[in-house]
Nanobody, 117 residues
Framework: QVQLVESGGGLVQAGGSLRLSCAPS???????MAWYRQAPGKQRELVAS???????NYTESVKGRFTISRDNAKNTMSLQMDALKPEDTAVYYC????????????WGQGTQVTVSS
């Protein structure tokens, strides 16, 4: 079984920055990696994703403020979040599509990001 370990959440004032990181518990082949978030009372939404070849995708509300990156050699992924807004407050989840006999999506436990106004 693969576990995804997240770190880097916390409390920050509006306009500030945070960096989230995600790493699998064992070395494994990974295709797509992504960050999702879920705010209270809302559905989980895709924030940003990165394919193994390097292509990235962002939801419109974070374009120009968030940067997703990955280290394929280490199988790690980060999300640099700048110019944070109160509406970015949510639990952020790491997702990785891993090869474990078949391609399966694995999720981290979630890390809280709170942006105060």
């Amino acid at each position: 079984q693969v576990q995804l370990v997240e770190s880097g959440g916390g409390l920050v004032q509006a306009g500030g920055s945070l960096r989230l990181s995600c790493a699998p518990s064992k070395k494994i082949s990974i295709n797509t990696m992504a960050w999702y978030r879920q705010a209270p009372g809302k559905q989980r939404e895709l924030v940003a994703s990165t394919a193994s070849g390097g292509a990235t995708n962002y939801t419109e509300s974070v374009k120009g403020r968030f940067t997703i990156s990955r280290d394929n050699a280490k199988n790690t992924m980060s999300l640099q979040m700048d110019a944070l807004k109160p509406e970015d407050t949510a639990v952020y989840y790491c997702m990785a599509r891993c090869w474990y006999g078949t391609w399966e999506d694995y999720w981290g436990q979630g890390t809280q990001v709170t942006v105060s106004s």
